[in-house]
Nanobody, 124 residues
């Protein structure tokens, strides 16, 4: 079992930055691929970024590539999402997620664990 708790959301102006954190419980954190998803009002939850268990591989949605960076610290059981050059269309609830592989972490349907979410609002 893995429990995930997100933090770091808030209100920021367009062009600004935020860093989200996700603290995980459980001794098996380092064996999971981790990811971030987001869900805007009236829209489906969508994939944002993923990182392998070792941190050696990352993958991003085209909409955030070059602006967002995912990283992890296995010693601290924490995964991060650095978000730069934020746009109003990035406004959403951001969810941390865990799955067994990089293949399954990129799909909502095959992700094993979810956090409760943190709100990110980007004003224009």
């Amino acid at each position: 079992q893995v429990q995930l708790v997100e933090s770091g959301g808030g209100l920021v102006q367009a062009g600004g930055s935020l860093r989200l954190s996700c603290a995980a419980s459980g001794r098996t954190f380092s064996s999971y691929a981790m990811g971030w998803f987001r869900q805007a009002p009236g829209k489906e939850r969508e994939f944002v970024a993923a990182i392998s268990w070792s941190g050696g591989s990352t993958y991003y949605a085209d909409s955030v590539k070059g602006r967002f960076t995912i990283s992890r610290d296995n010693a601290k059981n924490t995964v991060y999402l650095q978000m730069n050059s934020l746009k109003p269309e990035d406004t959403a609830v951001y969810y941390c997620a865990a799955a067994s592989t990089m293949f399954t972490i990129v799909d909502v349907a095959t992700t094993d664990y979810w956090g409760q979410g943190t709100q990110v609002t980007v004003s224009s």
